[in-house]
C-alpha cells in the first residue's frame, strides 16, 4: 500500500490550498484516515482526521478554516485549508488505517511521504 500526498505549496497569509492524498495498492478497505502536520522543531501532531463513516474531528488550532473529505471510491482523503496563517506551515502527512485483505480483519497504519506548505506574511 502506498500513500500519495500532493498539493502544498506556497501561499501568501489569508490564502488556501487544497491537499490530497490517494492511497493504492492492495487494498481491500480504508478505516481512519487523517493529516497530520509537522513543523521544523516540533512534535508531529493531528490536523483533522475522519473515520470510515465519515465522522471528522480538527485540531483546536484549524477548526473553522481546515475541512477534510474522502472519497471512498477512489480512496483519497483531501484537506481544504483555508484563511492560512504563517503558523501552518510544516509538512504535512497524510495516513490511514489500511485493511488489505478480506480474509483478515487486522489493519495496518500507512503513511504519506509528506507535503510541504509554505506560508509568507
Known amino acids: 500500500v502506498q500513500l500519495q500526498a500532493s498539493g502544498g505549496g506556497l501561499v501568501q497569509a489569508g490564502g488556501s490550498l487544497r491537499l490530497s492524498c490517494a492511497a493504492s495498492?492492495?487494498?481491500?478497505?480504508?478505516?481512519?484516515m487523517g493529516w497530520y502536520r509537522q513543523a521544523p522543531g516540533k512534535q508531529r501532531e493531528l490536523v483533522a482526521g475522519i473515520t470510515g463513516g465519515g465522522s471528522t474531528k480538527a485540531a483546536d488550532s484549524v477548526k473553522g478554516r481546515f475541512t477534510i473529505s474522502r472519497d471512498d471510491a477512489e480512496n483519497t482523503v483531501v484537506l481544504e485549508i483555508h484563511s492560512l496563517k504563517p503558523e501552518d506551515a510544516a509538512v504535512y502527512y497524510c495516513r490511514a488505517d489500511v485493511r488489505t485483505s478480506f480474509i483478515k480483519p487486522d489493519s495496518q497504519v500507512y503513511w504519506g511521504q509528506g507535503t510541504q506548505v509554505t506560508v509568507s506574511s
Open positions: 495498492g492492495q487494498i481491500f478497505s480504508i478505516n481512519d
